[in-house]
């Protein structure tokens, strides 16, 4: 069964600092991975994917991230936050069949000013 | 503009109760997911559809059902069966299968009172 740990509960960076959020997955075949972003009551949005090709992803708002094969690690990245990232991250795997997405727990991103 | 439309925002069920909740797309979009999210446990997968008159039990099917007579509709009958329905539930969409980016409405918590 496919499964998506995400280590980090909470994390606290000052604006301006970098980040990185990690994701390892659990899968049998070719992963297809995403990351999502959630704020406070809303939906989710995507962030970025990775299907197959460049290991490294680029994706909205300056985030990037990258798939390792031999670690099963999606990491997200983004040089420099700002106060308006701070939100719910979801990692999430599939193998592209019918039956959806498995998502991590999520990590729960603060911003120190 | 396209997207995905759950109603209503806020919904508060009586003990022993059933209640629907909506989801509309007008993506044109084949797929669709019912997800429910409590807090650190991520997304789990209820119920999803690939085609009109055709659903498939997720991870936690027991006390839901869901119909899909019609492409842009999904909605979601929470019974007096599921025996803790306090939640946030999110309503997806994807094209095709789960490989491709998934949109997602902006959720309904329903709270039981």
């Known amino acids: 069964a496919q499964s998506v740990t995400q280590p980090d509960i909470h994390i606290t960076v000052s604006e301006g600092a970098s980040l990185e959020l990690r994701c390892n997955y659990s899968?049998?075949?070719?992963?297809?991975l995403f990351w999502y972003v959630q704020s406070p009551g809303q939906g989710l949005q995507l962030l970025l994917k990775?299907?197959?090709?460049?290991?490294l992803v680029q994706g909205i708002k300056g985030f990037e991230a990258e798939f390792k094969r031999s670690q099963s690690s999606f990491n997200l990245r983004k040089p420099s936050v700002h106060w308006s990232d701070a939100a719910e991250y979801f990692c999430?795997?599939?193998?592209?069949?019918?039956?959806?997405?498995?998502f991590g727990k999520g990590t729960h991103l603060i911003i120190q000013p | 503009d396209g997207g995905i439309t759950q109603s209503p925002k806020y919904l508060f069920r009586k003990e022993g109760q059933n209640v629907t909740l909506s989801c509309e797309q007008n993506?044109?979009?084949?797929?669709m997911y019912w997800y429910r999210q409590d807090p650190g446990q991520g997304l789990r997968l209820i119920y999803y559809?690939?085609?009109?008159?055709?659903?498939q039990k997720g991870d936690i099917a027991e006390g839901y059902s869901v119909s899909r007579e019609k492409k842009e509709s999904f909605p979601l009958t929470v019974t007096s069966a599921q025996k803790n329905p306090t939640a946030f539930y999110l309503c997806?969409?994807?094209?095709?299968?789960?490989?491709?980016?998934?949109?997602f409405g902006q959720g309904t918590r329903l709270t039981v009172v």
């Open positions: 999430a795997v599939g193998g592209g069949g019918a039956d959806g997405l498995t």
């Open positions: 899968y049998g075949a070719t992963p297809y």
């Open positions: 559809s690939q085609i009109v008159n055709d659903f």
């Open positions: 990775y299907f197959s090709g460049d290991t």
């Open positions: 997806a969409s994807t094209q095709g299968l789960m490989k491709a980016e998934a949109f």
């Open positions: 993506l044109n979009h084949d797929a």
